[in-house]
C-alpha cells in the first residue's frame, strides 16, 4: 500500500514560515517528479512548486517564487517545502504528489497525499 503523508502544517503569522514534509512509504521501483499543491476555500488546486526526481530542476508559481523553496530527499523518500514570508492569501490545504513507478514495467503514476492546512493569520 503505497501512501504520501504530509505534516508540517499549521496556524503561523503573517511573515512567519513553516516547513511542510511529505514521506511517501510503500513498496516502490523508483520516484520521479514531486511536487506540492494547494488549494484555497472557493478556489481550485494549483501548482506551487515541483522538483525533479534528480533534484537539479525547479518549478515554482509566481506568487511564491523567492518565499517558498521545495527540496527532496531520495533517500528518505521525501520532498519539502519550506515557506517563508508567509501571507493570508498563502492559507489553504496543501497537497503533495508524486510520480511513482511501482514495478520495473509499469508505467509512472501519480499519487497524491491527504493534505495539511496551513492558515496564516494574525
Known amino acids: 500500500q503505497v501512501q504520501l503523508v504530509e505534516s508540517g502544517g499549521g496556524l503561523v503569522q503573517p511573515g512567519g514560515s513553516l516547513r511542510l514534509s511529505c514521506a511517501v512509504s510503500?513498496?516502490?521501483?523508483?520516484?520521479?517528479?514531486m511536487g506540492w499543491y494547494r488549494q484555497a476555500p472557493g478556489k481550485q488546486r494549483e501548482l506551487v512548486a515541483t522538483?525533479?526526481?534528480?533534484?537539479?530542476?525547479?518549478t515554482y508559481v509566481d506568487s511564491v517564487k523567492g518565499r517558498f523553496t521545495i527540496s527532496r530527499d531520495n533517500v528518505k523518500n521525501t520532498v519539502y517545502l519550506q515557506m517563508n514570508s508567509l501571507q493570508p492569501e498563502d492559507t489553504a490545504v496543501y497537497y503533495c504528489?508524486?510520480?511513482?513507478?511501482?514495478?520495473?514495467?509499469?508505467?509512472?503514476?501519480?499519487?497524491w497525499g491527504q493534505g495539511t492546512q496551513v492558515t496564516v493569520s494574525s
Open positions: 522538483v525533479t526526481r534528480g533534484g537539479a530542476t525547479f
Open positions: 510503500g513498496s516502490i521501483f523508483s520516484i520521479y517528479t
Open positions: 504528489n508524486a510520480d511513482l513507478q511501482l514495478e520495473l514495467l509499469q508505467p509512472p503514476k501519480t499519487y
